[in-house]
């Protein structure tokens, strides 16, 4: 009925071009599967929208589902993360992100053109989803930081030491700098200590270490030290 006579169910006006709906915009109350069902409708009826944030809630996976599909036949809604055109730094750390999130940033972060740095330190992704993530950021042409791991000047191999302990970098951090590091040949000490790393990441970086003998360290350690 609300779709048919073109009733807003969440709130969204006729001529809005922009919503926000993570938590941190609407007191930190998280959005349910239930309630995406309700915005569906009301994206299908405002024709004016073009940027929607919806990253943060509790969807499943039918819901992300539903939401991308959504997006693929309306060209007008450009985002559903939030991310402007000619945005060049987007931070989403202490979102508290997790898995489903990586299903609709993903997809934004590999094409976007102008995003230069990103942050999503602070989420609760790992395993596949953060594998996934990596691999967006991976395939950015545009990335040069990601949670402070300098991919530009890792591609450029212009470095010999990192000292990145203490930076809340997690798994999808992890994954990148693992990757970065794989191909480099310059890079002799990595220091990832008192991160928010889990075994499995842990363990990523420790077989590129050991596929790399001149990478000596993953914990700062000098040859002088004793």
Do not use: Y
């Not at 985002?79 to 931070?91: F, I, M, R, S």
């Not at 999130?101 to 995003?115: F, G, N, R, S, Y």
């Not at 990192?162 to 000490?189: C, D, F, Q, Y």
């Not at 499995?200 to 990478?215: F, I, Q, T």
């Amino acid at each position: 009925v609300a779709k048919e006579k073109g009733i807003s169910l969440c709130g969204i006006k006729p001529e809005q071009t922009e919503a926000d709906f993570t938590p941190r915009k609407n007191g930190w109350n998280k959005m349910e599967p239930a309630d995406a069902i309700l915005l569906t409708v009301d994206l299908a009826i405002r024709g004016s929208l073009t940027s929607v944030s919806l990253l943060a809630n509790q969807f499943d996976d039918e819901t992300i589902a539903m939401l991308l599909k959504l997006k693929e036949e309306k060209p007008m809604l450009l985002t559903l993360c939030g991310l402007k055109l000619d945005q060049t730094e987007a931070d989403f750390s202490w979102m508290r992100l997790g898995p489903a999130d990586t299903k609709l940033l993903a997809p934004e972060i590999a094409v976007h053109a102008d995003l230069t740095k990103l942050d999503t330190r602070g989420s609760d992704i790992s395993g596949e989803a953060a594998e996934g993530l990596a691999k967006a950021v991976l395939d950015s042409k545009s990335l040069l930081e990601f949670g402070e791991v300098p991919m530009k000047e890792l591609r450029a191999d212009e470095l010999t030491t990192l000292k990145l302990n203490s930076k809340r970098l997690g798994p999808p951090e992890a994954h990148v700098l693992a990757s970065l590091i794989a191909v480099t040949g310059s890079v002799t000490s990595v220091n990832v200590l008192s991160n928010r790393l889990d075994v499995e990441s842990a363990d990523v970086l420790l077989k590129v270490k050991a596929d790399k003998p001149n990478l000596r360290t993953l914990c700062g350690l000098t040859h002088e030290e004793t």
